[in-house]
Every structure is written in C-alpha cells, then in structure tokens.
C-alpha cells in the first residue's frame, strides 16, 4: 500500500471515529472507568510478553527497568484516574454572578485526541497520556515508534483485543506516517519526542489549529551547591543517568559543580557504579542503546568533546570496555571541563554521558540556565531554604526537584510537563484530565433578564448610571 492510500485510509478512520464519538454522546462515569481499567488489565495481563517485546526492540533491556517504568508506573496512572473520575468529571456550580442568573461549567470531552509515542519508554508513553485521555471521556488514536516494532506490533494486536476501534485504535508505520499523523484535524493532539520533531510536529497540527500538547526535552541541570553532600548527589543523578542507560527526556543532562570538589565527584562516581553495576556488558540490568544509529550519535558527542579539550573519564568497570557495538552498552562517563562549543553542552544527550561545569555559586548557576532553553526538569542539591527558595523562584523550568532526581514523574497529584523549548501543556491525574476536557461555560439567564437589560436600547436613561459608575 502506498504511503498516500495510507494517509487517506487515516483520513478516513479519524472520521469515522468523530462520528460515532458525536452519535454516542459523552460517555458516563462508568464508561470512562471501564476504559481505564480494561487498559490497565491490558497491560497487567501481558505484561510478560510487553517486557520480551521491549527487550527484543532495545537488544537487551532491563526486565526490572520495565516492570517498573513501563508496567507498574503506567498501571498506577490508570488505576489513580480510575478512582477519581467521577468526581473530576462533577459540572461546577458557580455563584450567582447576578440575581436570579445561573452559572455552571460542564466538562466535556474533546473528542478524539491523537497520541504520537516514543520509543525509550514505549508503554508509559504511550498509556500514560491516556490515562487523562480516557478519563476525560475521549477516544483516542495511537501512532507507536516504529523504532520498537515489536512493542508496537503487540499493542496494536492487544489493544484491537481489548477495545471496540472507534473508541481506541493505533495505527503502525514509519517516519513519514508519522508526519502525516501529525497533519490530521484530530480534536486535540499528544506528542512525546525530541525538540526538533516537535516543532514540525506543532506546524502539521496547526494547518489544522489542532492543539496540542508536547512533551519535549532538552538539556535538564543538576547543580551541586557547596553546602551539599556530594556522594548524595552523585548517587542520586547516576541512578536516573544508568537506568535505561540515561535514554530518559527528565535524565539530568549535565551537572555543575564548585572546582574544588571535582575529585570528590569522580571518587564517589566510581564508588556509585562499583556497587550498582559491578559488570556492565554481560549484565541483564544494563539496558543498550535503541538502535547502532543512536550508539554512533553518542560516541560522537564524547570524541567532539575530547578533541575539544574535554577530560573523559569512563566508568566502565575494570577489565570491560568502554563500550560495546556488538551489545550497543556504552558505560556512563563523566565529561569534565565542558564548554558550550562542544556538542555535548548543545544537544540532549539520551544517554550514558555526564559533562561536568564548574560553578561554584548559586548565582552563576542561575546566570547559566537562565541564559538557555527552558528545561523539562531542574534538580538542585543543597541544604539551605533560602537558597532552594531563591533557586526556585529565579529558575524557569517544566519541574524543580531538590535532592533528588526525577521523583516528582511518579507523583500523580503533580502536572508533569514542559516549558517554553521543553514543551507545551501537562498531564498526570486532574491535570491529565483537564488537559483533555473542555470546561463549557454555561449559562442561565434569570426569568426576568434583568442582568443583561443594561446592553438594550435605549441609553440614554442608562449613561447617567454608567458615567457614576466609571468615576466612582
């Protein structure tokens, strides 16, 4: 089938399913529970078959890794919309804006919203949006990566077992499917994926003036400042950097640190990974790198990084490589004495690599973000209140997480979400839910109409009124 037949048959499906979204009505408390825990049955039930396809996709992908980020995280994110739909869903009674007038607002659902999902967490990402999708009583229609094929040939065949097409359906192909996906008048459009795709993403959805939400990336922070416990920090950023071997959107994507607790720093990255990953090559906890494509972009990022002054050191336990073409694993590496000239400081990483700065105050750390894009996250490290406070509220980034690294994503009471070149919109929980409803003001007139009688002519027993009125 040609790539244009597919793009009319895709015309054609979203079609049909606005069609019978407006034929149905809005779906009721009970339908929209339904929905949600048939996904989350979905995925608690072949869950054994989502990891092997995940491990085929990735070479070797942490079955812990899988369970946790793919499965347990995204059946929580269902189960929390689930429980609380009913009452999310409630119309809003406001107070008489006038004698006798009421005014309400009704949520309402959208429609059908378009999900386009990524390859590194090709469940969470792709159920997770759908868990505010779902609730707010849409449908919805998946485009999967076609760089997990076999995830997302299995979501395809278990969703088509578990949900009627109209109210859930995925559609597989490549590149340039996707980039007709993305030009399809949906009621509102969900893209997760790089910057540089999302800006084309956002120019497809807006010959449309569909909305969108986009889940971006770019370069998270992680600054240390002097009062911090460096081992702590280290710990901490190296477990989100090593877990999917750092191919996350929310994994720090470098660290500034004061000068003279450098050595610290390697001294306790060593100490970190000799505990955590005593083996790297032939360990099933260690995931590969996507595709050899992918491999070559970071291997790249460190030579550009050494020929331009950079000290590299790798964390490679001893008597392993470096890294591996055959396994794809490269281990972390720390990248010191970075400059912004080096293309490891311009694009995000999505992967195993830690470019250190110096900087040695709050105030130049603040100066450095705030003088680049916004990031998805910031983390900060440091003991002080005032100072957390101040690195708050001078910062502008999608989240702020202090002595910790990416804890807020599993938080559903939390909007998870970007910021200017990180994104646009957020989801998780009522956030999740909002997102994807229209809230409809709805008003009613009293019997008498008299809060509106101050629009009919004539006015000039009214303008007296007015003018007191205005220069009271």
Partial sequence: MSTQQQVEDLKSILKAMQQRHTAAGPADAALRQDRLLRAARLLREHRDELVQAM????????????????IATTLNMLSYSAAHVQEWMQTETLAEPAPGVIARIERQPLGVVGIISPWNFPIN??????????????AALLKPSELTPRTSELLAELIARYFDPMELGVVLGDAAIGAAFSGLPFDHLVFTGSTTVGRHVMRAAAENLVPVTLELGGKSPVFVSQDADIAVAVART?????????????APDYMMIPA??????????????????????????YTSIITPRHYERLLGLLDDAQQRGARVIS?????????????????????????????????????PLLPVMVCSTDEEAIAYINAHPRPLAAYYFGNTPQAQQQF???????????????????IETLPFGGVGASGIGAYHGIHGF????????????????????RLRAPYADKLPKLEAALSA
């Fill in 260 to 285: 003279a607790r450098q050595i610290e720093l390697v001294s306790a990255a060593h100490d970190f990974m000799s505990k955590a990953f005593p083996s790297i090559q032939g360990n099933p906890d």
């Fill in 434 to 453: 909002m997102r994807f409803t229209h809230n409809k003001a709805v008003v009613v007139q009293s019997p008498d109409g008299a809060s509106n009688l």
């Fill in 392 to 410: 708050s509220a001078r910062t502008t980034s999608g989240a702020l997480v202090i002595n910790d690294i990416m804890s807020h994503v599993s």
């Fill in 315 to 351: 964390l490679a336990p001893l008597g392993e490589p470096d890294y591996d073409p055959v396994s794809r694993k490269i281990a972390p590496h720390l990248v010191l004495n970075v400059t912004d000239e080096m293309k490891i400081m311009q694009e995000e990483i999505f992967g």
């Fill in 238 to 250: 190296l477990t989100v950097k090593t877990f999917n071997a750092g191919q996350i959107c929310l």
């Fill in 55 to 70: 491990n085929a996709d990735f070479g070797q992908r942490s079955v812990y890794q899988s369970l946790a980020a793919d």
């Fill in 125 to 138: 990402l792709a159920f997770g949006p759908l868990a505010g999708v779902l609730a707010a009583g849409n």
